[in-house]
């Protein structure tokens, strides 16, 4: 790459791996909300705890399925910038929407 290419870049690896320790956080306590609420309504008995597990397991899926959603929205924005170019399909639909 050419000097002038460097810093042009909008975030560095550093930036990247400073990003790592928030999101493995953000899943570990995802986590450990449904277990907590399995493990809060697990004296009551077993319908409930039941109850409490399957509505866990929805909300895991929603959450999956949002961040799923965002790294395809990244994936294509990066290979977007990456080729640098001012026209195509993306910058129509965001030329028509200004």
Do not use: C, H, W
Not at 10 to 27: A, C, H, N, T, Y
């Amino acid at each position: 790459m050419k000097e002038k290419d460097v810093g042009a870049r909008l975030f560095s690896g550093g930036d990247l791996k400073r990003l790592i320790l928030p999101l493995i956080v953000e899943q570990i306590l995802a986590v450990s909300v449904g277990m907590v609420d399995t493990m809060m309504v697990s004296s009551v008995g077993e319908a409930a705890t039941s109850g409490v597990s399957l509505v866990d397991m929805v909300n895991i899926l929603f959450i999956n399925i949002f961040a799923a959603l965002s790294t395809g929205g990244a994936v294509a924005a990066s290979q977007y910038m990456g080729q640098k170019r001012r026209t195509g399909p993306a910058s129509l639909r965001i030329s028509s929407l200004l």
